[in-house]
């Protein structure tokens, strides 16, 4: 049995329902070491003839043996290991690929090889000098002549040792000179015992093979042996099949990106600016919260947080009966269980006590007792009160007198509206030592001195709020979520919560929310550009993919696989991506040294805070958003038939 028979192999197309027949009933034995010229006039069907002989075209009927195996039958897996083990292929428009040199031309069916790299660019390089272009390793195909890149094409051709090497007029494009040395070479090549089929119109041509088989209108009409066969020699090529690795496109990838890199910059450039926005926006708003929140830090105690009775749960009968609202030994049970609570203060609130000094009377806004949100630090002269003394609010120490220091040590007098045990409404009066002034919080006394007092008036104090201090500022939020969860059943019998957390912490922890809620949004607006992005990317893998139609045929037609071209895309898009996502980073970085700078001149404050996890939230964004891009063009560059590949203009 011949190593490659045919078996009246028919093949036709259709245009609508017309068939149009181009091979009707071939029947041929070939065997290595011939080298086989398929002459006829144009559309005798010879290029036919040879796509179906070299597994670019399987949709044929009769049945194609190499080797003794069916061709025809094979699945697409094993016409893929076909094309790029058995079969070689030189094409008259040389199908180079243009941003790889001569080495990396050769290089890639090599990569489907089980083949060492080093031995693999040892053979390359071998092949290259064998055609005579050994000093033309690191040039492109458009540096070369057109015998110098069929010279490539048949280095390529031979990169895996295969048995059959297909030339589809391989002299068409050639002066006469190169034409001698392209049959030289396949002349060679027939003589290591391959088997060499060329196609050619040129008679001249054919007479240099050792056998001519002559088409005409779809059959052979002659089959005419020159000389004898070359004798074969054993072959011990690697049978070992391996593919594409995903490294091995993803390196055609980058050299894609690298020729084409001005347009690419473009794209890049355009990508991360959406990237850029939405990281920025992150930044400012986390350094735009920072800032406020040590702003407000600096007026309290961060650590204190302030708990009250819920006032939806709990009414208040006057304006001085506040025993709906006292805070129980029950409560501050609850609160002593909550993990990380390292201290609870009894604290009391009163409205608007009226303050007498020296002929002067003024209502204070804001008064409580002193607990753990007043922060000693803020004191600006004194010290915090003991025992009957009185701390002053700056603000209204000056009301007093403007020369505030002056009253550390003198005595005022204190009135506090309160309600008796008869729930008759009462004044509580007492004599108070100035201890100090602060800047910030509000006028206060201690606890103690407060109930002392009170108890004059035959008033009893119990505390309307409480304050939990944490053992720490990252268990504040923890702790404030643990008091809001405590529930309590209101009037209606639905479930509420028994406590509100009041004061500056608070505030603090309701403003943190609202910033991110707005600098989310601010985010997700520019976030708006990215959709532009992945339409832009998609747009320029789709040209991509048109652009490179020969490119994707030589792959197929050397034997890549649909999956190693969709690889090919994916991995285009995802470098797209990864470069966009970090250039964006770096422009965010500049900017926020930039802005910051200024910022820290003009108020000793930095405005932006990019965090490391906002910068890979960018880079994996980017990257996303171009894999996602990168699904359909990457698919349609897979589905592409490598014959009409090779074929587009």
């Given amino acids: 049995m011949s190593f490659l028979e045919l078996k009246n192999v028919q093949k036709s197309f259709y ?85 790889l040199t001569v ?54 051709a031979l990169a895996n040792d295969p048995d059959i090497i297909i030339a589809d007029e391989p002299t068409g494009a050639l002066d006469a000179q190169n034409t001698e040395e392209v049959l030289r070479l396949l002349n060679q090549i027939a003589q290591e015992g391959k088997l060499v089929i060329a196609v050619t119109h040129s008679q001249t041509v054919a007479n240099y093979g050792t056998r001519i088989v002559h088409l005409a209108n779809g059959v052979v009409d002659s089959d005419t042996r020159i000389r004898p066969n070359y004798p074969v020699r054993p072959s011990r090529r690697d049978s070992s099949i391996t593919h594409l690795s995903f490294g091995s496109t993803f390196r055609l990838a980058w050299e894609h990106m690298l020729y084409t890199k001005g347009r690419n910059i473009l794209i890049i450039l355009g990508a991360a600016v959406g990237i850029f926005a939405v990281i920025f926006m992150l930044g400012l708003g986390s350094g735009i919260t920072n800032y406020i929140n040590k702003q407000m830090s600096d007026q309290v105690n961060p650590n204190a947080i302030q708990v009250t009775k819920n006032v939806a749960t709990s009414q208040i009968n006057s304006a001085t009966d506040t025993s709906n609202i006292t805070m129980t030994n029950s409560d501050i049970n609850k609160f002593a269980k909550i993990p990380n609570v390292e201290k609870i203060e009894k604290a009391y609130f009163a409205q608007a006590p009226k303050v007498h000094y020296n002929k002067k009377h003024i209502a204070v806004p804001y008064f409580q007792t002193w607990n753990a949100t007043e922060k000693t630090g ?65 006028t206060a006394i201690t606890y103690d001195t407060l109930r002392d007092a009170s108890a004059n008036y035959n008033v009893e104090i119990e505390p309307n709020f409480v304050t939990l201090t944490a053992n720490s500022t990252l268990n504040v939020t923890d702790i404030q979520s643990r008091v809001k969860s405590l529930k309590t059943t209101d009037s209606k ?88 996502g970090t250039f964006a980073v770096i422009i965010a970085y500049i900017v926020q040294f930039a802005a910051n700078s200024i910022t820290q001149n003009a108020f000793k404050a930095s405005i932006i805070s990019i965090s490391p996890g906002n910068a890979f939230f960018g880079i994996a964004v980017s990257v996303i958003i171009s894999l996602i891009a990168a699904l359909a063009p990457s698919h349609r560059a897979a589905k592409l038939d490598p014959r009409d590949s090779l074929t587009d203009e």
């Fill in 493 to 580: 019998g639905k479930k509420v919560s028994a406590y509100t957390i009041t004061g500056v912490g608070a505030i603090i922890d309701t403003l943190n929310t609202y910033l991110k809620l707005a600098f989310e949004v601010l985010a997700s607006i520019a976030g708006i550009s990215l959709i532009v992005s992945a339409i832009m990317i998609i747009v320029v893998l789709y040209i991509s993919v048109s652009e490179r139609t020969h490119e994707i045929g030589i792959l197929r037609a050397i034997g890549a696989r649909k999956k190693d071209i969709r690889n090919m895309f994916i991995s285009e898009s995802f470098l797209i991506g990864l470069v966009s």
């Fill in 378 to 442: 803020d004191i600006v002269a004194g010290n915090k009160p003991g025992k009957n003394q009185i701390i002053l609010l700056k603000s209204d120490a000056n009301r007093l007198d403007k020369n505030y220091k002056k009253l550390i040590g003198k005595t005022l007098t204190i009135y506090i509206p309160s309600e008796d045990s008869n729930k008759t409404p009462v004044e509580v009066k007492k004599k108070l030592t100035i201890s100090g002034v602060i800047k910030t919080g509000s």
């Fill in 103 to 156: 080495l990396e031309n050769v290089l890639v069916p090599l990569e489907m090889s089980a083949l060492s790299k080093s031995a693999r660019v040892e053979r390359a390089k071998m092949l290259l000098q064998k055609v005579g272009l050994t000093e033309h390793l690191t040039k492109h195909p458009n540096q070369l002549s057109g015998g110098q890149k069929q010279r490539v094409a048949i280095a390529r």
């Fill in 15 to 99: 245009l609508g329902k017309k068939q149009f027949p181009v091979l009707r009933g071939i029947n041929l034995s070939l065997d290595r070491g011939e080298f086989v010229s398929i002459l006829g006039e144009s559309g005798g069907g010879k290029t036919t003839l040879l796509n179906t002989i070299g597994g670019l075209d399987s949709q044929f009927k009769g049945e194609i043996y190499v080797d003794g195996k069916s061709l025809k039958s094979g699945s697409s897996k094993a016409l893929d290991n076909y094309r790029s083990h058995t079969v070689g292929f030189v094409f008259q428009s040389f199908h180079l690929i243009s941003h």
